[in-house]
């Protein structure tokens, strides 16, 4: 215990300052993400939707990386601790991949080889039953 | 001929010393945190498979467009959401606060700081109560979605149980993340810490806390933005 604390005193990271200019940073993406998110709503173009999404993903995992780096203090640890950490989530790369694709795929299978459902899903319905719903709560 | 060089520089894997430099609590909070991470990246990756898997998904900005106390018929979309959000970023530098206060010994920066902490995660556990009363009363549950795809057609219950799932298991660990807080917020005050010589259990609160804002950010992106 006593050489775990006297060990621990040497990577103490930035201090004070270095939270506030996180805290900052962290704001200031959070703030150009909603902006994209108003955005996104008066945009039809699906490839100009895909592109601002992939911007707020990209967004998404500097924010992600500001919080394990500095609050999280991952980044003043030693070497072998960090790969400790990141080494086993690069699994999360093969998993996404994956995944996603499988998804897609399915989705294509199915409107080619199942025109009844692919009927179904592209049925506009009455907004009606909805209506209705949101009546209720008020 | 590699020992000279090598004798310079501390030999982690020698023994006698943590390979890693950090305390055992410590690097078994990483682990678990490691495990939630793989629940959690599970449960949104499946999210993200079913959606890629949908001909139609609804549109949130319609879903989520409404605060407490609006006024009849306005539609807010996002409003309500990046003040949950803030919330717990705010909350996440006050524990950093707290940790870099226990730091330097200083109890009563602790103690302040964990108390701001500690109501920032209630004022988080508030907002999601109140949103998930507000769409309960619009019909919405698991197993019952009562909006439309964005193209106005018939969407599924995937939407729904999705977001009550992933969201539930969100607030249950922002839930247990205060418990946690007002635990190590009693053990500062009873001086457990200052006996002990040492705040390194407010690290470990806050590597847990800070988790939870970290799920946040993908759990928010995820479902409000994209």
């Given at each position: 215990?006593?050489?775990?604390?006297?060990l621990h005193?040497?990577n103490?990271?930035?201090g004070?300052k270095?939270?506030?200019?996180?805290?900052?940073?962290?704001?200031v993406?959070?703030?150009i993400?909603?902006?994209?998110g108003?955005?996104l709503?008066?945009?039809?173009n699906?490839t100009?939707?895909?592109?601002?999404?992939?911007v707020?993903v990209i967004?998404?995992?500097s924010?992600?990386?500001?919080?394990?780096?500095?609050?999280?203090?991952?980044?003043?640890?030693?070497?072998?601790?960090?790969?400790?950490i990141?080494?086993p989530?690069?699994?999360?790369v093969w998993?996404?991949?994956?995944f996603?694709?499988?998804?897609?795929s399915?989705?294509?299978l199915r409107n080619?080889?199942?025109?009844y459902?692919?009927?179904?899903?592209?049925?506009?319905?009455?907004?009606?039953?909805?209506v209705?719903?949101?009546?209720?709560?008020e | 001929?590699?020992t000279?060089?090598?004798?310079?520089?501390?030999?982690?894997w020698?023994g006698?010393?943590?390979?890693?430099?950090v305390?055992?609590?410590?690097l078994?909070m990483w682990?678990?945190?490691?495990?939630?991470?793989f629940?959690?990246?599970?449960?949104?990756?499946?999210?993200?498979t079913?959606?890629?898997?949908s001909t139609?998904?609804?549109?949130?900005?319609?879903v989520?467009s409404?605060?407490?106390?609006?006024?009849?018929?306005?539609?807010?979309?996002?409003?309500?959401?990046?003040?949950?959000?803030?919330i717990?970023?705010?909350?996440?530098?006050?524990?950093?606060?707290?940790?870099?206060?226990?730091?330097?010994?200083?109890?009563?920066?602790?103690v302040t700081?964990?108390?701001?902490?500690?109501?920032?995660?209630?004022a988080?556990?508030s907002?999601?109560?109140w949103e998930w009363?507000?769409?309960?009363?619009?019909g919405?549950w698991?197993?019952?979605?009562?909006?439309l795809?964005?193209?106005?057609?018939?969407?599924?219950?995937?939407?729904t149980?999705?977001?009550?799932?992933?969201?539930?298991?969100?607030?249950?660990?922002?839930?247990?993340?205060?418990i946690?807080?007002?635990?190590?917020?009693?053990?500062t005050?009873?001086?457990?810490f200052?006996?002990?010589?040492?705040?390194?259990?407010?690290?470990?609160?806050?590597?847990?806390?800070?988790?939870?804002?970290?799920v946040w950010?993908?759990?928010?992106?995820?479902?409000?933005?994209?």
């Amino acid at each position: 215990m006593e050489q775990s604390h006297a060990l621990h005193i040497e990577n103490h990271g930035g201090g004070k300052k270095e939270i506030i200019n996180v805290t900052i940073i962290l704001s200031v993406l959070t703030i150009i993400e909603l902006a994209l998110g108003f955005w996104l709503m008066s945009i039809t173009n699906e490839t100009i939707r895909l592109t601002i999404k992939g911007v707020i993903v990209i967004l998404m995992l500097s924010k992600a990386f500001y919080i394990v780096a500095y609050f999280m203090h991952l980044k003043h640890e030693i070497r072998n601790m960090i790969m400790t950490i990141v080494v086993p989530l690069l699994l999360f790369v093969w998993f996404i991949i994956a995944f996603l694709t499988d998804g897609n795929s399915y989705k294509n299978l199915r409107n080619t080889y199942d025109p009844y459902k692919k009927e179904r899903s592209t049925e506009k319905v009455e907004k009606k039953e909805a209506v209705k719903e949101i009546k209720k709560a008020e | 001929m590699s020992t000279t060089t090598v004798s310079a520089t501390t030999k982690w894997w020698s023994g006698g010393k943590s390979p890693f430099n950090v305390e055992y609590g410590k690097l078994m909070m990483w682990y678990f945190l490691i495990s939630d991470a793989f629940t959690f990246g599970a449960f949104l990756i499946s999210y993200g498979t079913i959606r890629f898997s949908s001909t139609g998904w609804p549109d949130p900005n319609k879903v989520f467009s409404s605060y407490p106390f609006m006024p009849e018929g306005a539609h807010a979309p996002l409003v309500f959401v990046s003040i949950m959000t803030f919330i717990l970023i705010l909350s996440s530098v006050t524990m950093v606060l707290a940790v870099h206060g226990g730091h330097q010994m200083n109890k009563k920066a602790v103690v302040t700081n964990l108390i701001l902490t500690i109501l920032g995660g209630l004022a988080f556990l508030s907002c999601q109560a109140w949103e998930w009363t507000h769409l309960h009363h619009e019909g919405a549950w698991w197993g019952s979605n009562p909006f439309l795809n964005a193209d106005g057609t018939q969407s599924s219950t995937n939407f729904t149980n999705y977001f009550f799932t992933i969201t539930g298991f969100h607030g249950f660990h922002v839930f247990s993340g205060v418990i946690i807080n007002i635990v190590m917020l009693i053990m500062t005050l009873n001086n457990v810490f200052e006996k002990r010589g040492h705040y390194l259990m407010i690290e470990k609160a806050g590597l847990y806390w800070h988790f939870v804002d970290l799920v946040w950010v993908f759990v928010f992106t995820c479902f409000y933005l994209i």
